[in-house]
């Protein structure tokens, strides 16, 4: 399996991301070195963008590129389509419950067999969940000890309003597909719609 080695603080300087978006809270005040062209050309910009979102969701480009197709057989806006697909990530969903603070630690724990969805295991990151979907840590998990100390922690992230935690008993629910403004990073998505059209 492909796997992305990308060092994270560097790649979210390259592409114009904050950290935060990627779940890490260290910033990085170091010149990324060398001039940059002072203007982009329309393919670079459009590149950029698509990069963006591929490494904050941390998917490589076939796999992007199947997203894409199936949000282009969908009935409205592609790229927002595009993005719903990959928020419905079931690594990216356990990641905004709160349950990983990276969406890299969320892809680990899921290929770990970590958690069920309607009480049955899920080790399949790309798993897209529906409105309605309980999502849980498994029994076996509930007892470890990354799982207790995130039931002692403070600082819990707050899901979005598409879903509904309880910090308790581990579990988090699909209340509806998340919109356009559930997305926390800024993205240009018609400039991958207008990349993948040429």
Not at 133 to 151: C, G, M, P, W, Y
């Amino acid at each position: 399996m492909a796997k992305n080695t990308q060092p994270v603080l560097k790649r979210c300087r390259t592409l114009g991301i904050s950290p935060a978006a990627m779940g890490y809270s260290k910033t990085s005040n170091k010149n990324p070195g060398g001039q940059r062209r002072a203007k982009k050309s329309e393919y670079a910009t459009q590149l950029t963008e698509k990069q963006k979102v591929k490494f904050v969701y941390g998917i490589l480009e076939k796999q992007f590129r199947n997203y894409y197709e199936k949000a282009s057989r969908m009935e409205s806006n592609t790229g927002v389509e595009l993005l719903v697909l990959l928020e419905r990530r079931l690594d990216n969903t356990i990641y905004r419950l709160g349950f990983a603070s990276t969406r890299r630690e969320a892809r680990q724990l899921v290929n770990h067999a970590h958690f069920t969805v309607n009480g049955k295991s899920v080790d399949i990151p790309s798993y897209l969940v529906k409105p309605g979907d309980v999502i849980a840590v498994r029994e076996k998990s509930v007892t470890s000890t990354r799982f207790k100390k995130l039931k002692e922690e403070d600082a819990f992230r707050p899901a979005p309003k598409w879903l509904d935690k309880n910090k308790e008993t581990l579990t988090g629910k699909v209340l509806s597909m998340p919109a356009r403004d559930d997305i926390d990073f800024e993205i240009a998505e018609h400039l991958i719609v207008e990349l993948y059209s040429k």
